[in-house]
């Protein structure tokens, strides 16, 4: 249960008492299942993902560098192509035209230079998005903001009781609809995925945050949007169907060092990746950043 908040803002947090509820999906991926009831303790969570005006804030005051901002180590990678060792990340390129859905790595594009300062690439700066959720943090960058806000992140269960808003058993965050009576509750793909984006013009990616309805809680871009971070290791109920939103060969490795991703993206699609449930969950290696992947803080 919820209590009753205002209007959020950039730091609003919502109390949540807590409680028991049905979690995971068996009607989607094996990777969510099975169903079991959890119980979550009392704690508050933000009621927006945190923005890059926030994280910018965040950066002037520590001088913090992001993962994205360093070069990887070539150890990690032997035989790697050096240019993909440079700093960078990846970046969501959608295709010429139709494309076979087998192989995500045809519109993921690691791209140096690109970090939450310039989330797709050198040259294109933050102008016009400082209310949209920050991207290319990988799970390090995070936890080392909410460290400095005097916060975490949540844990898979806590995210997923959060992201239901009370609604037990439902598949989505406001019932078991997609677009109920045609209308889009969240930031999803629009159009025909990796090719055709319907977006309106400056929405063909992120959107401000809150610019959707709340779930039941008064938490705002739980699905959809970005991808969000939480603090759990990714242990394998199942192994994913498809790593569809991954930029990273990683995600495959057992021996990586993977987080769960929770909430789907503005690239989730019908076609190609359902994950735009609460129940959704997908692994991350932890100091990788993405341009559809961000993070909200909790507090206990």
């Not at 299942?33 to 950066?59: K, M, N, Q």
């Not at 294109?124 to 400095?148: C, R």
């Not at 997908?282 to 993405?290: G, I, R, S």
Request: glycine residues 10%.
């Amino acid at each position: 249960m919820a209590k009753q908040r205002s209007k959020p803002t950039a730091a609003s947090m919502v109390a949540l008492e807590g409680g028991t509820f049905r979690m995971g999906s068996e009607a989607f991926y094996p990777e969510e299942g099975p169903c079991r009831s959890v119980t979550v303790g009392a704690f508050e969570i933000d009621a927006l993902p945190v923005t890059y005006g926030e994280y910018r804030r965040f950066v002037d005051a520590t001088g913090y560098i992001s993962d994205a901002e360093k070069a990887a180590d070539p150890k990690r990678f032997p035989g790697a192509d050096p240019t993909l060792l440079m700093p960078g990340a990846a970046v969501f390129t959608p295709t010429a035209g139709p494309v076979p859905l087998n192989n995500h790595f045809q519109w993921w594009q690691f791209t140096p230079g690109a970090s939450w300062r310039y989330p797709l690439g050198k040259g294109k700066s933050l102008k016009g998005i400082a209310k949209h959720p920050v991207t290319q943090v990988s799970f390090n960058d995070a936890m080392a903001y909410a460290e400095w806000v005097g916060k975490d992140l949540p844990t898979e269960a806590e995210w997923e009781f959060a992201a239901r808003g009370g609604l037990e058993g439902r598949e989505f965050a406001w019932g078991d609809e997609l677009h109920p009576e045609g209308e889009r509750l969240a930031k999803t793909w629009q159009g025909e995925f990796p090719w055709r984006n319907e977006a309106p013009p400056g929405l063909e990616r992120t959107a401000p945050v809150g610019s959707y309805p709340p779930n039941g809680f008064g938490l705002y871009d739980m699905i959809g949007n970005v991808w969000e971070w939480t603090q759990d290791p990714y242990h394998r109920l199942e192994t994913p169907t498809r790593p569809c939103c991954s930029s990273s060969q990683q995600a495959d490795d057992p021996a990586a060092n993977l987080k769960v991703l929770k909430g789907g993206s503005h690239l989730c699609a019908p076609e190609y990746c359902q994950r735009y449930r609460p129940a959704s969950r997908h692994p991350q290696p932890v100091d990788e950043a993405t341009s559809h992947i961000g993070f909200r803080c909790v507090r206990r």
